[in-house]
């Protein structure tokens, strides 16, 4: 073998040497074990907070949650800084509580301060909850913005808001209270106690209806359509929001040991109301129907 090929050969396995432990090193780095993918690359960008919901939906006697999140790893305390907007009225259309449905008293018609705390121990991302609970006589159609102005860590660094200049902002819709036409409604009761036709009307009082403990605008003469289960009509009281839902009491306002889980809808294109029932009381805890009537 020349010089000049044995020379070339050696220079070649060198180059497959250094290929070799070039792919091994590649290998081994692709391989690493990153415990949190978010801080790793999260870490390419500056922290920022945001909203987590751009709408939200509540209605009367509910409470509605605005969420404050932080993607980003920040390891200490965050506060964040916010406006109230909007046409929904402070105290009137929405007031701010506590997790125990306590009035905030740190919160003002103007807005206020979250706070996102740190935990060393925590697998998502940090968060704080703004609870605005929606009382009885909120104006339907009414709206709360909310609107991240500043934040900033506990040391004092500056945290951006928003991502890419969006989810600064959340919503908070009212659907309110409505009326839908009184009358009598006809239509089918179907579940465990049978099948039949059902008939009822719907009133309401010049009084708002207490019963279960809560306030409701309107009363249904019979729950069960057509008096067949209890023989004789057991009346509910509820109310229904712009957007449709009903919100039934939990106890007849007549026959308080009537009590049942009432959930529903209203079909205002129809003039449709659905009820689905399941008994609580009565010995027969479980069973259930639905209503389905519709406007005469």
Not at 103 to 131: C, H, K, N, S, V
Not at 157 to 180: K, S
Not at 224 to 245: E, K, M, Q, R, Y
């Amino acid at each position: 073998m020349s010089g000049n090929l044995r020379v070339e050969m050696t220079a070649m396995k060198r180059l497959h040497v250094a290929v070799a432990l070039a792919l091994a090193t590649s290998f081994g780095a692709a391989c690493e074990d990153i415990t949190n993918p978010v801080e790793e690359f999260g870490a390419l960008e500056d922290p920022y907070v945001r909203m987590e919901f751009s709408r939200v939906v509540a209605t009367p006697e509910t409470t509605g949650l605005i969420v404050f999140v932080m993607p980003t790893r920040v390891e200490e305390d965050v506060e964040i800084d916010f406006t109230f907007g909007g046409d929904a009225v402070f105290g009137e259309d929405f007031v701010v509580v506590d997790a125990d449905g306590n009035p905030r008293t740190d919160i003002t018609a103007a807005g206020g301060t979250a706070t996102i705390e740190f935990d060393p121990e925590q697998t998502l991302f940090g968060r704080d909850t703004l609870r605005v609970f929606v009382p009885f006589d909120a104006t339907d159609g009414r709206t709360l913005e909310v609107e991240i102005t500043a934040a900033r860590a506990e040391s004092g660094r500056a945290i951006e808001t928003g991502f890419i200049d969006r989810f600064r902002t959340a919503q908070l819709a009212i659907e309110g209270f409505v009326d839908i036409p009184f009358g009598t409604y006809v239509g089918t009761r179907t579940g465990d106690f049978g099948s039949g036709n059902a008939q009822v009307t719907i009133t309401k009082p010049a009084t708002p209806i207490t019963a279960g403990g809560e306030t409701f605008l309107l009363l249904l003469s019979d729950y069960s359509g057509d008096a067949g289960i209890f023989g004789i009509p057991i009346p509910w009281a509820l109310s229904v929001t712009s957007g449709g839902t009903v919100l039934a009491s939990s106890a007849s306002p007549q026959f308080g040991t009537v009590t049942s889980d009432v959930v529903g809808t209203f079909n205002f294109d129809t003039n449709t109301l659905t009820l689905d029932v399941e008994l609580t009381c009565c010995g027969a805890a479980g069973f259930g129907w639905r209503l389905r009537v519709s406007r005469q």
